[in-house]
């Protein structure tokens, strides 16, 4: 009789872990002779917890503080596993990036400007360009300009020295357009009355598709500033009175101006930011006369409406008549709907 005998193995399997190894990742060289390099050890492999020790002396995964030279770091896992690195802290100047940049004026000698922060340590900086330092919103900066051509930026490195002589570069990438420049558009001009302040003077002002932001005033020949109601808002430079143009156009309109000339300017900057541009930035200005239209005139406030039940009174269903020609008798004088009124 065959007897089949079944037998069965048990397969034991056993996991273990690979071996600990260690890396040294550079993660910034000592600028100049500051002892500001750092240092980050990659492990990999082993039993974790780790313990560090680096030939600084630390116990960190991470050391700063690093002076140019060699450097090493040993690592030992929870079962007394050891892996061994070495590297090198190199020295250099600064390579900064640019936080931001722009174009200057059409035309000008400088092609653009490229902005940094200041130095967290051993600034001032001084450039071998023309640049400006102080406050922006608060911030310091440096706002240093180089020349054309206009195009890409991505070769634009700027030289500059920290406050001990070390050396740095100052770089971006991008592309810097030839910047365009917009004239307002005078759209209406409206006569002074009897020596009176009540003329006025509305433009449209438009925007650059160049410049982030561009600025207007509205002045006189002695250099006050207008404001949009005819209010005088100052006088001489570091007055505002300013309207930003950014995206889109806009009508400005400028009343109780008396007769006289006026120049209606439009700059890429305004006091006290004028130093960020050699030369103060880029403007440009508009000659514009209120004609005095002598005793024979005068000013007429109210609303024009269609006054559909003749009780002088005007209701919701009576529209405003707007760019209307009125005629007023005994006269004739005539004027149009928020006009000033003449004799004719």
Excluded at 35 to 53: E, I
Excluded at 76 to 94: C, F, V, W
Excluded at 188 to 205: E, H, K
Aim: aromatic residues 10%; glycine residues 14%.
């Amino acid at each position: 009789m065959n007897q089949l005998i079944l037998s069965s193995a048990l397969a034991i399997a056993s996991c273990t872990a690979s071996a600990i190894t260690v890396n040294i990742q550079i993660t910034a060289h000592e600028i100049c002779s500051y002892a500001n390099g750092t240092a980050q050890a990659a492990v990999s492999g082993g039993v974790p917890p780790y313990t560090y020790l680096w030939s600084t002396g630390a116990t960190t995964a991470s050391v700063t503080g690093l002076s140019a030279g060699p450097i090493s770091v040993t690592v030992t896992d929870s079962q007394s596993d050891e892996a061994t690195a070495n590297n090198t802290i190199a020295t250099a100047g600064y390579d900064l990036t640019a936080i931001s940049g722009g174009s200057l004026c059409p035309g000008d000698a400088y092609g653009g400007y490229l902005v940094m922060n200041e130095l967290p340590a051993n600034g001032p900086v001084t450039f071998t360009t023309p640049f400006y330092t102080g406050l922006y919103m608060g911030e310091p900066i440096y706002s240093a300009y180089y020349s054309g051509p206009y195009g890409p930026l991505n070769n634009i490195t700027l030289q500059f020295t920290d406050a001990n002589g070390c050396a740095g570069e100052l770089s971006t990438t991008g592309t810097l357009g030839q910047p365009t420049w917009t004239t307002p558009v005078i759209l209406d001009v409206q006569g002074a009355c009897a020596g009176g302040a009540n003329g006025s003077i509305q433009a449209l002002l438009q925007h650059s598709p160049t410049y982030a932001r561009t600025w207007h005033q509205l002045t006189d020949g002695a250099g006050t500033v207008f404001g949009p109601n005819g209010s005088i808002v100052g006088s001489g430079q570091g007055t505002y009175g300013h309207t930003a143009i950014s995206t889109m156009d806009i009508v400005n309109t400028w009343t109780g101006l008396a007769a006289g000339e006026y120049w209606l300017t439009q700059v890429t900057n305004f006091a006290p930011y004028t130093q960020w541009q050699p030369g103060g930035g880029c403007g440009d200005s508009v000659l514009v006369t209120i004609p005095d239209l002598g005793p024979g005139c005068a000013n007429i406030t109210g609303k024009v409406f269609m006054d559909y039940d003749e009780d002088c009174v005007k209701t919701g269903v009576e529209p405003l008549r707007t760019n209307s020609l009125l005629q007023f008798d005994p006269g004739p004088y005539f004027a149009s709907t928020g006009r000033t009124v003449f004799t004719h």
